[in-house]
């Protein structure tokens, strides 16, 4: 049955290819004002991903990434750290926060604590070389002086988990730090009354159409959070799940499907924008050609303005997809309506995290 089925869709197939590279060499031209080449290189290395970044409370831009040899496991995996003094147009050499040996230390993100201190988040990714199985754990680390120096790393409170967006303080002074277990196996925030001394982890709910992965939240209000998911539920299409909470991120509604479509798996990030703290998405509307933002007037936030993105950049000019990128997410660089996007690009020629400076609109 499997040989007679490929028979018939071998023909389709093969006029699919055709069309597709026919119409991948018309080259397409960029939206008028739309950037196909970043504003600053940040770092240049074998093959770093996953950057996050956050502006601390005295103007300082941190970013911190990983990097190693490849997407998957890299036993040389390292997690860097980077910090610029001037809105993001320069950048200091690239730090290490923590490398344990044979061990992949990735999906780092960073976040200013009241107190100063910077509070990192990331997790390990072992692989046993009999087995060849991977396991991994959500990890913490902080500096006292800028990243200068880094203390002794502290297991997270859940096992067989991933890390992706970095933590947050609320306005009643909690951390709430947002990752998922892995693979595919739901996703959790970790509350902590003590700067992450320890913690009490809730599991976000999930139904037959969505699945726990990659999410990033923010507090709009006093004890109401919203967040922003990755579904991995691959049966449903590639659009991010949105929820929310009352209390403080003790109980959430299940994440249901907004308008938002990446075109393949992808995460996005949620924050604030503006004098009118509009809620707004970062995220690949064309995971590895494109990435643009989104706002909503829809109290339900299902419904985001897909007719009016902001787009933010191509990564080729004529629209073209690159091997492998789109995790963007972003900072206030302190002069109006500005953010720095960080993304990390892996292209032939060159694999680097890069820096797009996007100014938003000021009526956004």
Same mark, same amino acid.
């Given at each position: 049955m499997k040989s007679f089925r490929f028979i018939l869709v071998a023909p389709l197939v093969v006029l699919l290819v055709f069309l597709s590279n026919s119409a991948s060499s018309v080259k397409a031209a960029p939206p008028a004002g739309v950037k196909s080449s970043p504003d600053v290189v940040i770092y240049d290395g074998k093959y770093p991903g996953w950057p996050w970044i956050t502006t601390g409370s005295d103007g300082t831009m941190y970013c911190v990434f990983r990097d190693g040899t490849e997407h998957g496991f890299s036993a040389t995996g390292v997690a860097l750290f980077?910090?610029?003094?001037?809105?993001?147009?320069?950048?200091?050499?690239?730090?290490?926060?923590?490398?344990?040996?044979?061990?992949?230390?990735?999906?780092?993100?960073?976040?200013?604590? &009241?107190?100063?201190?910077?509070?990192?988040?990331?997790?390990?990714?072992?692989?046993?070389?009999?087995?060849?199985?991977?396991?991994?754990?959500? %990890?913490?680390?902080?500096?006292?002086?800028?990243?200068?120096?880094?203390?002794?790393?502290?297991?997270g409170p859940v096992s067989n988990s991933q890390s992706k967006s970095a933590a947050i303080v609320l306005k009643d002074g909690s951390l709430v730090w947002p990752y998922y277990i892995a693979p595919k196996n739901g996703a959790v925030l970790s509350i902590s009354k003590d700067m992450g001394a320890t913690w009490e982890s809730i599991r976000? &709910?999930?139904?037959?159409?969505?699945?726990?992965?990659?999410?990033?939240?923010?507090?709009?209000?006093?004890?109401?959070?919203?967040?922003?998911?990755?579904?991995?539920?691959?049966?449903?299409?590639?659009?991010l799940c949105f929820s929310e909470s009352?209390?403080?991120?003790?109980?959430?509604?299940?994440?249901?499907?907004?308008?938002l479509m990446t075109g %393949?798996?992808?995460?996005?990030?949620?924050?604030?924008?503006?004098?009118?703290?509009?809620?707004?998405?970062?995220?690949?509307?064309?995971? %590895?050609?494109s990435i643009s933002a989104a706002k909503t007037n829809d109290k339900a936030m299902l419904k985001w303005d897909t007719d009016n993105l902001l787009n933010c950049y191509l990564y080729n000019a004529d629209q073209s997809r690159i091997p492998d990128g789109s995790y963007a997410v972003s900072a206030p660089t302190g002069n109006p309506n500005e953010r720095l996007i960080v993304d990390y690009e892996i292209r032939p020629d060159s694999k680097r995290i890069t820096g797009y400076f996007v100014t938003f609109p000021e009526n956004w």
């Amino acid at each position: 049955m499997k040989s007679f089925r490929f028979i018939l869709v071998a023909p389709l197939v093969v006029l699919l290819v055709f069309l597709s590279n026919s119409a991948s060499s018309v080259k397409a031209a960029p939206p008028a004002g739309v950037k196909s080449s970043p504003d600053v290189v940040i770092y240049d290395g074998k093959y770093p991903g996953w950057p996050w970044i956050t502006t601390g409370s005295d103007g300082t831009m941190y970013c911190v990434f990983r990097d190693g040899t490849e997407h998957g496991f890299s036993a040389t995996g390292v997690a860097l750290f980077t910090k610029s003094t001037d809105r993001g147009r320069t950048w200091s050499p690239a730090s290490v926060i923590i490398d344990e040996p044979g061990v992949d230390d990735r999906n780092v993100a960073i976040v200013e604590l &009241p107190n100063g201190e910077l509070f990192v988040t990331y997790n390990t990714y072992a692989r046993d070389p009999e087995s060849k199985k991977t396991t991994s754990q959500v %990890m913490s680390i902080r500096s006292k002086d800028g990243g200068n120096h880094w203390e002794k790393p502290q297991v997270g409170p859940v096992s067989n988990s991933q890390s992706k967006s970095a933590a947050i303080v609320l306005k009643d002074g909690s951390l709430v730090w947002p990752y998922y277990i892995a693979p595919k196996n739901g996703a959790v925030l970790s509350i902590s009354k003590d700067m992450g001394a320890t913690w009490e982890s809730i599991r976000i &709910p999930e139904s037959a159409d969505f699945t726990g992965d990659e999410w990033d939240l923010v507090e709009v209000s006093p004890g109401h959070l919203i967040g922003i998911f990755r579904n991995a539920n691959r049966s449903k299409p590639a659009a991010l799940c949105f929820s929310e909470s009352l209390d403080g991120g003790r109980t959430w509604t299940v994440p249901a499907s907004t308008n938002l479509m990446t075109g %393949m798996f992808a995460p996005g990030q949620i924050f604030l924008q503006g004098n009118k703290q509009t809620p707004t998405v970062l995220y690949p509307d064309r995971r %590895m050609i494109s990435i643009s933002a989104a706002k909503t007037n829809d109290k339900a936030m299902l419904k985001w303005d897909t007719d009016n993105l902001l787009n933010c950049y191509l990564y080729n000019a004529d629209q073209s997809r690159i091997p492998d990128g789109s995790y963007a997410v972003s900072a206030p660089t302190g002069n109006p309506n500005e953010r720095l996007i960080v993304d990390y690009e892996i292209r032939p020629d060159s694999k680097r995290i890069t820096g797009y400076f996007v100014t938003f609109p000021e009526n956004w």
